[in-house]
């Protein structure tokens, strides 16, 4: 299931040019294509429990960040690169 959902969301963005979105907007095209309802209260919400849930099973991909508060999720052909800082 999330193979499938991973490949919704990368065609998703492909067809609209966008190479981040975030988890509400990610919940409601993952609730067009019938494979996570989304809580019209807390948009994102189930989304969110499911990528908290593979965080902390050490199991979300490298494509998904969370700072500051929000889930950030970048088409699956993109690895999430840390800047390093050399000292002399």
Known sequence: MVDKMRRCID?????NSKTEIDEREANGELERA??????????????????????DSDMLPQNITY??????????????????????
């Open 11 to 15: 065609n998703y963005m492909e067809e």
């Open 34 to 55: 019938g494979l996570l309802n989304d809580d019209s209260r807390h948009p994102g919400k189930p989304l969110r429990e499911l990528l908290d849930t593979l965080r």
């Open 67 to 88: 700072c500051c508060g929000q889930w950030h999720i970048r088409h699956s052909r993109t690895m999430a690169i840390g800047m390093i800082i050399f000292q002399f």
